[in-house]
Antibody, heavy 116, light 112 residues
Framework: EVQLLESGGGLVQPGGSLRLSCVAS????????MSWVRQAPGKGLEWVSL??????????YYADSVKGRFAISRDNSRNTLYLQMNSLRADDTAFYYC???????WGQGTLVTVSS | DVVVTQSPLSLSVTLGQPASISCRSS???????????LNWFHQRPGQSPRRLIY???NRDSGVPDRFSGSGSGTDFTLKISRVEAEDIGVYYC?????????FGQGTKVEIK
């Protein structure tokens, strides 16, 4: 059974940093593309960052809204995906979901609140 | 960037009746490999999104066969043949043909 378990969310002041983690199980993590998707309270979905692994492409991608502030990384030995979030702003407040591939599996999400 | 636009944004349906959601993209979603990267997701209140349909018309494992996807190029449709109570929530189409992958605005489905 595929499982994705996010952690690391919480309350942080504007300008602060957080690192989210997503521990994966039930599939071959090292050969899977992985992503972070967020959803502000009551709003729609935004694909924040992608660690691609398809058609020979293993690049990383970022939404314009987080480029230069967020960094996606992975530790295949620990089956873990990370999202380092720096210079956080109020509009980064959202549930952050870890997703496998093109969204075939999702975690339960972790809430990040940026507020003073 | 590719923009995907859904309609309607809300839908009130009688139990047992059909429902249909449209998704239109600003450019063709056919990739160089010949596949069309248009997916449909469902999100119930308080839950994570769940993918229902991938590459236009392929149902994910465990998705009831009352859900079907169709379309080509830039015009796509999600159909529910007979709406059940568990189908309430928000439905999103999403493209993954090029970065940034983007979702439609979402269609909120409620029961009359």
């Amino acid at each position: 059974e595929v499982q994705l378990l996010e952690s690391g969310g919480g309350l942080v002041q504007p300008g602060g940093s957080l690192r989210l983690s997503c521990v994966a199980s039930g599939f071959t993590f090292s050969s899977s593309g992985m992503s972070w998707v967020r959803q502000a309270p009551g709003k729609g979905l935004e694909w924040v960052s992608l660690f691609h692994n398809e058609h020979g492409n293993t690049d990383t991608y970022y939404a314009d809204s987080v480029k230069g502030r967020f960094a996606i990384s992975r530790d295949n030995s620990r089956n873990t995906l990370y999202l380092q979030m720096n210079s956080l702003r109020a509009d980064d407040t959202a549930f952050y979901y870890c997703a496998k591939g093109r969204g075939d599996y999702w975690g339960q999400g972790t809430l990040v609140t940026v507020s003073s | 960037d590719v923009v995907v636009t859904q309609s309607p944004l809300s839908l009130s349906v009688t139990l047992g009746q059909p429902a249909s959601i449209s998704c239109r993209s600003s450019q063709s979603l056919v990739f160089t490999d010949g596949d069309t990267y248009l997916n449909w997701f469902h999100q119930r209140p308080g839950q994570s999104p769940r993918r229902l349909i991938y590459k236009v018309s392929n149902r994910d494992s465990g998705v009831p066969d009352r859900f079907s996807g169709s379309g080509s190029g830039t015009d796509f449709t999600l159909k529910i043949s007979r709406v059940e109570a568990e189908d309430i929530g928000v439905y999103y189409c999403m493209h993954s043909i090029q970065w940034p992958w983007t979702f439609g605005q979402g269609t909120k489905v409620e029961i009359k």
